[in-house]
């Protein structure tokens, strides 16, 4: 019995599936190729992928509507690969439901970490404690701790640490933080986020000009490294 992960590689470069398909198969995992969404929406069907690994750019139905129609169905890990001039299209798959990305020209090492990483992630309990590395947050104490010490956080830095430790080593847009920290009505306020996250940087990481946790994407948004 074939006890493989199994990824279903979505691309409409047959050059860029064959490299997945190597580099894949030669680290254990089981794969399926499709050269564009209403084709692998078919193979998804029927075979049931443990992961789904798309371009964004493609004909018949592109990776963005994929996401979409995947996310109506299944809460499969979505690991979109884009181009860098595509950071409009990248933030509305990830605010659609897509769980992280890597851009072309990418190497192995760091796509086989992206899996790893979706492989590993799995949503969290809406528990009102939270132990995550030197973690532990209690919500309805509203009390925060690291390494068993104390962090006196402001309301909103509390929310958005909450929020970082909900969502480990994902990528989180500017948009899907706004509406968690503030809700709908703060929708494109990115100073007042940057302003936050800065804050929030000053009091949990050993060098705030070189995070540890809270991990920038440019133009994207920010990624909460868990340890």
């Known amino acids: 019995m074939d006890d493989r992960k199994k990824i279903l590689a979505v691309d409409d470069e047959p050059q860029i599936l064959r490299v997945l398909r190597q580099i894949l198969n030669a680290h254990g995992y089981a794969v399926q190729a499709a050269q564009d969404g209403a084709s692998a929406l078919e193979v998804f069907k ?3 992928p443990d992961l789904v690994l798309t371009d964004l750019q493609m004909p018949e139905m592109d990776g963005l509507r994929l996401c979409k129609e995947l996310r109506a169905v299944s809460d499969v890990p979505i690991v979109i690969l884009s181009v860098r ?10 605010d659609t439901g897509a ?5 072309k020209p990418f190497g192995t090492n760091e796509l086989l970490a992206r899996l790893r990483s979706a492989f590993r992630r799995a949503p969290a309990k809406e528990t009102s404690l939270i132990d995550s590395g030197p973690f532990r ?26 929020c970082f430790l909900r969502n480990p080593d994902r990528v989180l847009t500017h948009s899907f933080l706004l ?19 800065g804050s929030l940087r000053k009091k ?16 994207i948004g920010y990624r909460f490294v868990s340890i």
């Not at 769980?99 to 851009?103: G, L, Q, R």
């Open 85 to 94: 001039s595509e950071e409009e299209k990248i933030v509305e798959a990830l």
């Open 137 to 162: 947050i209690d919500i309805t104490a509203h009390t925060a701790k690291m390494n068993s010490k104390d962090v006196r956080l402001t309301p909103k830095e509390f929310d958005l640490l909450v």
């Open 99 to 103: 769980d992280d990305y890597i851009t």
């Open 204 to 219: 949990i990481e050993a060098d705030p000009s070189n995070p540890q946790f809270i991990q920038t994407e440019p133009w």
């Open 46 to 48: 029927k075979w049931s």
């Open 179 to 197: 509406q968690k920290v503030w809700g709908s009505y703060y929708a494109g306020q990115f100073e007042a986020l940057r302003v936050l996250v």
